[in-house]
């Protein structure tokens, strides 16, 4: 259903730039608080690119090669063999059906190759579908950063949660 492959500078275009504008797409994320532009954009993946220990990935239907997301590892600590995950589906046609999910997967896959062990990532805890796709995945929740963030004009909590691979 899904590929993931590397994101490169060339591929931003108009509809990703509309996707990291658009508030309730990145309504959890700390990119809510930017306005991105396509050049801002492709400086951001070209600094990922040439990272050794960040890696950022678009997430794309195979019948037709349509990018609807990105997941990124990283940064990844290589001594202690772990790596935080990240996501966005920017495409809202195709949030809730699973796709997320797949690419975590793709993204594990990856992780093990790299000698891997253990997988970090995190949400707002009003953030229900993130703490339900962490659970499908097999996270488990391991802190709570109490009244961490600002969201919507009062302090919230943020979840951590992990994967042993």
């Known amino acids: 259903m899904i590929f993931i492959k590397r994101i490169l500078p060339r591929n931003i275009n108009n509809n990703y730039v509309k996707w990291m504008n658009d ?8 990119q809510r608080y930017k306005k991105h532009t396509i ?19 678009g997430i794309f239907i195979k019948k037709n090669k349509f990018h609807i997301g990105n997941i990124k590892l990283g940064p990844i600590d290589f001594f202690h063999k772990t790596a935080e ?7 809202k046609d195709y949030w809730g059906k699973g796709i997320t999910k797949l690419a975590i997967r793709e993204v594990i896959k990856i992780a093990k190759k790299k000698k891997i062990k253990k997988l970090i990532s995190g ?12 659970q499908k995945c097999g996270f488990i ?16 909590s943020f979840l951590l949660y992990a994967k042993h691979i």
């Open 23 to 30: 508030p309730e797409v990145v309504r959890y994320t700390e």
């Open 39 to 57: 050049s801002e954009i492709r400086k951001y993946v070209s600094v990922i690119n040439k990272s050794k220990n960040e890696f950022l990935y």
């Open 85 to 91: 995950i990240g996501y966005i589906i920017g495409e």
């Open 123 to 134: 949400c707002y805890e009003s953030h229900k579908s993130s703490i339900r796709l962490f």
């Open 141 to 156: 929740k391991e802190g709570k950063l109490r009244s961490h963030y600002v969201y919507q004009n009062k302090r919230i």
